[in-house]
């Protein structure tokens, strides 16, 4: 019987450091091969989003101006 590939770890999520002081405006994310997933703190289960680590990159260097 073949065996097939590991299936992936679950990802870590992090808050991010451009996340709100308050519980309104709440960013996780996290690594992975394809990227970087990003998703509403507030609905852990809901749906995320990936983006390159290069687009991050560019997005979040763009606020830090």
Same mark, same amino acid.
């Given at each position: 019987?073949?065996?097939g590939p590991e299936p992936?770890?679950?990802p870590v999520w992090f808050k991010s450091s451009y996340s709100g002081g308050?519980?309104?405006?709440?960013? $996780? %994310?996290?690594?992975?091969?394809e990227g970087l997933r990003v998703r509403d703190s507030k609905d852990p289960d809901g749906p995320h989003m990936v983006v390159?680590? $290069? %687009?991050?990159t560019r997005f979040s260097a763009a606020f830090a101006k």
């Open positions: 019987m073949p065996i992936a770890a679950e308050n519980t309104t405006e709440c960013v $996780e %994310a996290a690594r992975s091969p390159s680590l $290069e %687009a991050w």
